[in-house]
């Protein structure tokens, strides 16, 4: 199996580039910091948790592709709204000519 970006799990793409990837996010609400030196698939994180210091991915990194899906999602997000502008398009022009 090749050795791209695709193959491998989103938290070890994190743990490659920490600071551009992921960010890590204190919360010392219920004591000392806890934050793990080394970024695994439990200290890491793809949303906001509630409590407790963890990584967690930066918008960039969920939304530019290199989250698997958080790219997808974001284009499949613009493909409808496109869809929906040019629908809409569509139904004025008709309304227009009067074809409605």
């Keep these: ?28 609400r219920f004591g000392l910091c806890t934050l793990p030196g080394d970024i695994t698939a439990d200290s890491a994180s793809l949303s906001r948790r509630t409590s407790g210091c963890h990584w967690r991915a930066t918008d960039s990194y969920l939304f530019g592709g290199g989250c698997s899906g958080g790219g997808r999602e974001w284009h499949l997000f613009r493909r409808e709204e496109r869809r929906r502008s040019r629908h809409r398009a569509r139904r004025d022009l008709r309304a227009y000519h009067g074809e409605d």
Excluded at 5 to 27: E, F, I, L, N
């Design 1 to 28: 199996m090749s050795k791209t970006d695709k193959t491998r799990p989103w938290w070890v793409r994190m743990a490659d580039a920490p600071m551009a990837t992921c960010v890590p996010v204190h919360d010392h």
